[in-house]
Each structure stands twice: as C-alpha cells, then as structure tokens.
Nanobody
C-alpha cells in the first residue's frame, strides 16, 4: 500500500513558477514509476509528466514540455513538479500517481495509487 500526499499548490500570476511535491509513504517508493496528472473544471483528467522508478527516464505532455520539470528523490520518497512560465490554461487540480507499469503511469489507465490533489490557479 502506498499513500501519496501532494503539496505546493496555490495562486500565481501568469509567467510565474510553482513547485509541487508528492510525499509517498512506505519503503517501496523506489519500485514505482511516478507521474503527475491534472484536471481542469469541466474537463477530463489529463497526463502531465512521468518519471521512471530510477529517475533515468522522463516523459512530458506536449502542452508542458520545456516549461515543467519532473524529478524525484528516492532517499526522501518524494517526487516533484517544477512548473515555470505558467499560463492560465495550466489552472487545474494536480494529482500525483504511482504505478509499477510504465505504460500505465503514462496514460493514466489503471494507475495503482493516486494522491488527493492540490489546486493550482494561474491568473492572467
């Protein structure tokens, strides 16, 4: 069992930055691929970024490529999402996710564990 707790959301002006964190419980964090997803009001949840269990591979949605950076610290059981050059369209609830299957963490289907979400609001 893995519990995920996000933090770091908030209100920021367009062009600003935020850093989200996702703290995981348990001693098996290193065996999980991790990801970030987001859901805007009235829209379906969408993939944002993923990082492999070792941290050696990352993958981004086209909409955030070059602006967001995913990383993880396996010693701290924590993953991060550094969000720069934020746009109003980045406004959403952001969720972290954990899964042992790479394809599942990339497409958000049948993901094993989800966090409760953290709100990010970007004002224009």
């Amino acid at each position: 069992q893995v519990q995920l707790v996000e933090s770091g959301g908030g209100l920021v002006q367009a062009g600003g930055s935020l850093r989200l964190s996702c703290a995981a419980s348990g001693r098996t964090f290193i065996t999980y691929h991790m990801g970030w997803f987001r859901q805007a009001p009235g829209k379906e949840r969408e993939f944002v970024a993923a990082i492999s269990s070792s941290g050696s591979s990352t993958y981004y949605a086209d909409s955030v490529k070059g602006r967001f950076t995913i990383s993880r610290d396996n010693a701290k059981n924590t993953e991060y999402l550094q969000m720069d050059s934020l746009k109003p369209e980045d406004t959403a609830i952001y969720y972290c996710a954990a899964d042992r299957i790479w394809s599942e963490i990339r497409n958000g289907v049948a993901v094993n564990y989800w966090g409760q979400g953290t709100q990010v609001t970007v004002s224009s």
